[in-house]
């Protein structure tokens, strides 16, 4: 088991920045992957951004290319995600998420173990 729990939503204006981290705990030498994730009301979820777990490659949906950075923290078993720029479309429940299997993916399906979420609002 992994227990993921997130930190670090709030609300901003337009242009702000926000620092979003993600704690792990329990099996977390088995996690081969983490993604942050979102959700708009009425929308699906969707992938933000990836890392692996040992640190290295990094993704980013194009969305937030630029403006989002995915980052490992190692000495906290953690994984932040620094928004700069924000926008009102960035207004959504942030959820971490992490894979136990190899494989790039951006689907919500192939993550097993998830937070509970932070939400972020911009306003404008």
């Known amino acids: 088991q992994v227990q993921l729990v997130e930190s670090g939503g709030g609300s901003v204006q337009a242009g702000d920045s926000l620092r979003l981290s993600c704690a792990a705990s329990g099996r977390t030498s088995s996690i081969f992957r983490v993604a942050w994730f979102r959700q708009a009301p009425g929308k699906e979820r969707e992938f933000v951004a990836g890392?692996?777990?040992?640190?290295?490659?990094?993704s980013y949906a194009d969305s937030v290319k630029g403006r989002f950075t995915i980052s490992r923290d190692n000495a906290k078993n953690a994984v932040n995600l620094q928004m700069n720029s924000l926008k009102p479309e960035d207004t959504a429940v942030y959820y971490c998420a992490a894979r136990m299997r190899d494989g790039w993916r951006a689907s919500p399906a192939e993550y097993d173990y998830w937070g509970q979420g932070t939400q972020v609002t911009v306003s404008s």
């Open positions: 890392v692996l777990w040992s640190g290295g490659p990094t």
